[in-house]
C-alpha cells in the first residue's frame, strides 16, 4: 500500500547547528516529493519540493535530498533559528492522480 | 496577495447540528482539496475537486459532502457532526494537481 513516512517524531536541535529530518516512503508511483512546515494552529506551508528524476534541490537554507534506491528523501536545514521550530511533514505526490500523502510529521524542536 | 482564505478560523457546532466551511481562493487553480487533520497527526485528504470533478476518498464519510459553485470556492458541509469530526479542516489548491498545494489556515471546528 502507499504510505510516507518519517524516522523521529521529535528532533532537539540547538541554534545555529544543522538539523537533518528523514522520510521514507514506500510507493514508488510517487513522482514528487513535497515538505512542509507546519507551525502551531496555521495550515502547512511549502518548503521546498523534489521531482523523481532529480536527486538533490537546494534552496534558501534547505536542500532535499532524495535516493529512490532505498526510497528516502531527507531535508536539510542549515544554521537552524527559533523560528525553525516546527512540525515538518513529507508528502509524496503522483501527477496521475494529483494527490498527496502525507507522512507523520517531525517536530523541530530549536534550543536557544 | 494571492492566498487561500477560510472562514471562519474557528467554528463551534452543536452535536448533529449541520455545519459548513468555506474556503475561497484567489489563486485561479484548478484544484481545491479539502483535509481533515487530527491532533498530532498528519492531514487526511477527505476529497478534492479537478475544475468541476468530484474526486471523494473511499473512505470518506458519508456525512462529509463538498460543493465548488465556481473557480474561487469551495465548501465542507458537514451533516451531521459528531464529537470525532472535531478537527481542523484544511483547503488547499494546485495549480493542476502536479504542482504544490497550497494551504489556507485551516478552520478549527469544535463540536459540543
Known amino acids: 500500500g502507499e504510505s510516507v513516512g518519517l524516522h523521529l517524531p521529535t528532533l532537539s536541535v540547538q541554534e545555529g547547528d544543522n538539523s537533518i529530518i528523514n522520510c521514507a516512503y514506500s510507493n514508488s508511483a510517487s513522482d514528487y516529493f513535497i515538505w512542509y512546515k507546519q507551525e502551531s494552529g496555521k495550515g502547512p506551508q511549502f518548503i521546498i519540493d523534489i521531482r523523481s528524476n532529480m536527486d538533490k534541490r537546494q534552496g534558501q537554507r534547505v536542500t532535499v535530498l532524495l535516493n529512490k534506491t532505498v526510497k528516502h528523501l531527507s531535508l536539510q536545514i542549515a544554521a537552524t533559528q527559533p523560528g525553525d521550530s516546527a512540525v515538518y511533514f513529507c508528502?509524496?505526490?503522483?501527477?496521475?492522480?494529483?494527490?498527496?500523502?502525507f507522512g507523520q510529521g517531525t517536530t523541530l524542536q530549536v534550543k536557544p | 496577495d494571492a492566498m487561500v482564505i477560510q472562514n471562519p478560523r474557528y467554528q463551534v457546532t452543536q452535536f448533529g447540528k449541520p455545519v459548513t466551511l468555506s474556503c475561497s481562493q484567489t489563486?485561479?487553480?484548478?484544484?481545491m482539496y479539502w483535509y481533515q487533520q487530527k491532533s498530532s497527526q498528519a492531514p487526511k485528504l477527505l476529497f478534492h475537486?479537478?475544475?468541476?470533478?468530484?474526486?471523494n476518498e473511499a473512505d470518506t464519510p458519508d456525512n462529509f459532502q463538498s460543493r465548488r459553485p465556481n473557480t474561487s470556492f469551495c465548501f465542507l458541509d458537514i451533516r451531521s457532526p459528531g464529537l470525532g469530526d472535531a478537527a481542523m479542516y484544511l483547503c488547499a489548491t494546485s495549480r493542476d494537481g502536479w504542482h504544490e498545494q497550497y494551504f489556507g489556515p485551516g478552520t478549527r471546528l469544535t463540536v459540543t
Open positions: 508528502a509524496g505526490g503522483s501527477s496521475n492522480t494529483g494527490k498527496l500523502i
Open positions: 475537486y479537478y475544475d468541476k470533478d468530484f474526486n
Open positions: 489563486l485561479n487553480h484548478n484544484v
